[in-house]
């Protein structure tokens, strides 16, 4: 049979073309830390959250907000969730961060696929941390960007006492790299993996280095999985197709 769409039902489906990507890439709230009450994590915010070590993250809460922190003793401490979501191309992951001071910190955030339940480090992706400052300025810490075999510093400075954004664009094509962002302005590109890709991205991960304390403020993780273009076909083939059908009714 042959159907015909009205100009009216064309432009229709060019506007759900031009309008669908943004909606069905709308960001994934992996935590805010709200659910919770305050407390070790390992007590308060299982099974979603798992820490390597107890009492050594938690949820803390200020000014009627909470959030996580997390410090490290004669070891490396790390926590983790799962995103409630898959990355396998292309991701924006957004959290903010407090630096109470710049003292006592080397606090890292990012992505790792499903087998950091068992390998904690070694399966890190793209991540971040948080040191302090190169030039050792006062209530400054430094951001640092892991660029495959090693870290870069000082990509950028932290005002300490204020929330700041901090965004990873990944992409996973070439095994791997990402750019960062902080406050929504371009810091680094290109970084790659701390090992190439290899299976989807699918947990956020903090680590706390030796003898850390729990300086560093985490909220508002949030996940954007970018839809894969075969996906956003089918549904825009969706929904010439319900054009279609209301055409011949």
Do not use: C
Request: charged share 15%; proline share 4%; hydrophobic share 45%.
């Amino acid at each position: 049979m042959n159907v015909t769409l009205t100009t009216a039902q064309l432009l229709l489906v060019a506007a759900a073309t031009a309008i669908a990507p943004a909606a069905l890439a709308a960001p994934l709230v992996v935590d805010d830390f709200e659910s919770y009450t305050a407390g070790d994590l390992d007590v308060v915010a299982t099974p979603a959250w798992t820490a390597e070590y107890a009492g050594l993250s938690q949820i803390a809460s200020a000014a009627g907000n909470q959030y996580i922190v997390n410090a490290g003793d004669s070891d490396w401490s790390h926590s983790y969730r799962s995103l409630g979501a898959s990355v396998t191309q292309q991701a924006v992951l957004s959290f903010d961060i407090y630096v109470e001071d710049d003292v006592e910190i080397d606090h890292a955030f990012g992505l790792t696929d499903s087998s950091e339940a068992v390998d904690w480090y070694g399966d890190y992706g793209p991540y971040v941390r948080v040191t302090p400052d190169g030039p050792g300025a006062a209530g400054i810490a430094g951001l640092d960007v892991r660029d495959g075999g090693g870290f870069v510093d000082d990509i950028a400075q932290i005002t300490t006492g204020v929330w700041h954004n901090v965004k990873l664009a990944v992409d996973t094509a070439g095994g791997g790299s990402f750019d960062v962002y902080l406050n929504d302005a371009p810091v680094y590109s290109g970084a790659g993996f701390r090992r190439g890709y290899g299976a989807p991205l699918e947990n956020f991960l903090l680590m706390a280095g030796q003898n850390t304390s729990p300086l560093v403020r985490v909220d508002n993780v949030t996940i954007d999985v970018i839809p894969e273009p075969a996906s956003l076909m089918i549904g825009f083939v969706g929904l010439a197709a319900i054009a279609a059908g209301r055409r011949r009714d």
